[in-house]
């Protein structure tokens, strides 16, 4: 899977938007990219600076499948597994 790389304001509603019909798609806020490290070669991945939500995994009918506020990657796991695969 790509990484789509560092987006901003407008733009990562756009890219956010993309990923409805097309994949997984993981917003990845944290410091030292921790959620795409874990998701590598299994969703697509959009790093993102901004601030709220560190991090979320959206399926591809738009629902978020997972979200926290914390850098902490526990609970991603199980719903990257159910989803990515």
Not at 14 to 21: D, E, H, T
Not at 50 to 67: H, K, M, Q, S
């Amino acid at each position: 899977m790509e990484e789509v790389g560092l987006v901003r304001g407008p733009d990562l509603v756009a890219v956010l938007s993309l990923a409805v019909g097309h994949g997984e798609l993981l917003l990845d806020r944290t410091p030292g990219a921790v959620f795409a490290e874990l998701a590598k070669g299994r969703a697509r991945v959009v790093r993102d600076s901004g601030t709220g939500v560190a991090g979320a995994l959206i399926r591809p009918d738009g629902v978020v499948a997972w979200a926290t506020d914390t850098p902490d990657p526990d609970g991603l796991e199980e719903p990257l597994s159910h989803w990515t695969t």
